[in-house]
């Protein structure tokens, strides 16, 4: 079934939904001659560096998607035919070489094109995709050997791969599926969001150059300089695309499906955090503050709701203080709603949506706005409010924790899986009782639980396991790896080849 214009529309809609108010703005900033620079912490003003481009090589970046697609599908050919997996791990570890030389400058770059989220927590989150996407070493054969002979199975590429990326993780995505993508022996063409496409454009451009360094192909990671509604819909209907991957809301994820190919979809989260009354209040607080507060909330694994038992509320608001967090009071708490989320009205009542000016920005910015002083330096509010409150209930990507108090365990866990609207995304307990955690974790069914600490160990990060910022719950492949974005192929020798025994 070929994908409709209607869904095309979905797609970018999903795509474009965090646009920023000062995009037309970025756009045409965007077309100037960049300038070459090296960038230290703390400087100003950013100009997006430029990597030289020579008539034959443009380093991946292309005037249109069709070039895009035809330069990535011509590399993929050369790359599947002519490098082993010794060579797909050489030009992988050069990527992540490079990147860890230019990991500041990627930071303040997305930082300063984007004007969303923490300089220093970008740092953070490109490290971890740097140095924990891993690459061929999640490819294993199996070989299954037996009276009649033996079978091989093995990981084979896709080939050219579409991928959509969003604008809250915009390189940090883009380095993570490379090293996936091509530890699979893929090639990768990316669609990237407009409000970051300059800092995409120098990601893709610094993971070319690294790759023909190394030996590789050019082009096995592409992008179009001006991504928009035709560049998507040529990229999901172009029959050279093999598989496309959508990172974003469940909205794209629906559409991408539609296509007829092959997708990974990773949608939406609004994860919920039970805090029981056996818990380590402290080291809950410590914990949720770090994961709510990290780049301003912009992960779709971060904690945006807590529900705790009315008997460990105050430990946790007052160790919640504490660790930094600014209490809103009832009148502070309807300014700041009416400051970061608008509403319309339905025949049901008001129906709430964020106000997209506000996404990533920081708490101590909120707190300036409603005429709260001096706390610039604030990094997450939160405020008491019922189960049914819009910042309950919304997936806010904002540092505003909302926290409800439930009378027991059972009124927790029905409250926080409304709150998680079936996305089967990221949740998270905080308890010492086995039985309580391995209920929530059963009733919630998430791609990712995490006990006892900020969801963000689920991923890696100061926990055990494999990053990624591609998470995968609606199509099922979870924390994807190079694995995901393979093909399984058999090759079997009858009649009792190769058996010697």
Not at 212 to 218: F, I, K, L
Not at 332 to 346: A, F, H, S
Request: with cysteine.
């Amino acid at each position: 079934m070929d994908i409709q214009s209607t869904d095309v529309e979905r797609i970018v809609q999903q795509v474009l939904k965090n646009i920023l108010p000062d995009t037309e703005k970025m756009q045409k900033e965007s077309k100037e001659e960049p300038v070459v620079k090296t960038y230290r912490p703390g400087e100003a003003v950013i100009a997006p560096p430029s990597l030289p481009v020579s008539k034959k090589a443009s380093y991946g970046l292309f005037d249109s998607m069709e070039e895009a697609i035809e330069a990535a599908f011509e590399a993929q050919k050369v790359y599947a035919g002519q490098f082993q997996l010794k060579d797909r791990e050489r030009l992988i570890q050069k990527i992540r070489e490079t990147a860890k030389a230019n990991v500041t400058i990627l930071a303040k770059m997305v930082r300063e094109e984007t004007n969303i989220g923490r300089y220093e927590d970008k740092i953070q989150k490109h490290l971890l995709v740097i140095e924990k996407t891993p690459g061929i070493e999640c490819l294993k054969t199996e070989a299954l050997s037996g009276d009649d002979g033996l079978t091989v199975i093995e990981h084979a590429p896709f080939g050219l791969i579409g991928a959509i990326t969003p604008v809250t993780n915009p390189t940090e995505t883009i380095i993570n599926n490379v090293i996936s993508m091509i530890a699979g022996g893929n090639a990768v063409v990316f669609n990237v969001h407009p409000s970051a496409k300059a800092c995409c454009a120098y990601c893709v451009q610094m993971i070319n150059k690294a790759i023909e360094e190394a030996g590789g192909p050019s082009n096995l990671a592409t992008m179009v300089k001006e991504p928009s509604l035709e560049t998507v819909k040529v990229l999901c209907e172009n029959d050279k695309i093999k598989l496309l991957v959508g990172t974003g809301g469940m909205p794209m994820v629906r559409a991408l499906l539609r296509s007829g190919k092959k997708v990974i979809g990773a949608g939406a989260g609004n994860p919920p955090v039970i805090v029981d009354e056996t818990a380590d209040i402290k080291r809950a607080a410590q914990q949720i503050f770090l994961g709510a507060s990290f780049d301003n909330n912009l992960l779709c694994l971060a904690e945006k709701e807590v529900f705790v038992i009315e008997s460990a509320a105050t430990d946790l608001i007052y160790n919640l203080i504490n660790e930094g967090a600014y209490l809103l009071n009832n009148e502070q708490l309807d300014k700041i709603m009416n400051l970061v989320l608008t509403y319309e009205e339905t025949p049901k009542g008001k129906e709430y949506h964020v106000n997209k000016k506000w996404v990533g920005q920081d708490a101590g910015r909120m707190l300036e706005a409603i005429g709260v002083a001096g706390k610039l330096e604030c990094k997450l509010l939160i405020c008491e409010v019922t189960h049914n409150h819009p910042f309950v209930l919304i997936e806010q990507l904002m540092p505003v924790l909302p926290i409800v108090k439930c009378r027991h365990l059972d009124e927790a866990i029905e409250y926080a899986l409304i709150a998680e609207h079936g996305n089967r995304h990221t949740a998270s307990m905080f308890s010492r009782n086995i039985d309580h955690l391995t209920r929530f974790a059963r009733a919630v069914e998430t791609t990712i639980f995490v006990k006892n600490a900020a969801t963000l160990a689920g991923v890696g990060f100061e926990g055990e396991g494999h990053s990624t910022m591609t998470i995968a719950g609606p199509t099922g492949e979870g924390i994807t790896n190079a694995v995901s974005f393979t093909r399984q192929r058999r090759c079997t020798l009858a009649d009792g080849g190769f058996r010697i025994i």
